[in-house]
């Protein structure tokens, strides 16, 4: 059993950053393939990105992000973190985290384990 708890959302204006964490139970963390996703109003969950299990050497991004957002992951902390940069209003959702028991994933219908979410909002 894996518990997730984001943080680090909030307000920012377009152009800014935020660091989002995800922070995980158990001692187990690194044999978790972990990613990101978020749900806009009226919209439905999407990927933003994602990182392999253990030493997270592969990592994937949304093409809407690529280039902006960075997932990492450090293992000693059992964290995974989420930096966003060049913020943009389209950006606005609330984000969430999610572990599979794989090796690497980015279907949010492969999740094992989900966090609460927290909301960030772009303004522009």
């Known amino acids: 059993q894996v518990q997730l708890v984001e943080s680090g959302g909030g307000l920012v204006q377009a152009g800014g950053s935020l660091s989002l964490s995800c922070a995980a139970s158990?001692?187990?963390?690194?044999?978790?393939?972990m990613a990101w996703f978020r749900q806009a109003p009226g919209k439905e969950r999407e990927f933003v990105a994602a990182?392999?299990?253990?030493?997270?050497?592969?990592?994937g991004y949304a093409d809407s992000v690529k280039g902006r957002f960075t997932i990492s992951r450090d293992n000693a902390r059992n964290t995974m973190y989420l930096q966003m940069n060049s913020l943009k209003p389209e950006d606005t959702a609330v984000y969430y985290c999610?572990?599979?028991?794989?090796?690497?994933?980015?279907?949010?219908?492969?999740?094992?384990?989900w966090g609460q979410g927290t909301q960030v909002t772009v303004s522009s």
């Open positions: 158990g001692r187990t963390f690194e044999s978790y393939a």
């Open positions: 999610a572990a599979n028991k794989g090796s690497y994933y980015s279907d949010a219908n492969e999740s094992d384990y």
């Open positions: 990182i392999s299990w253990s030493s997270g050497a592969i990592t």
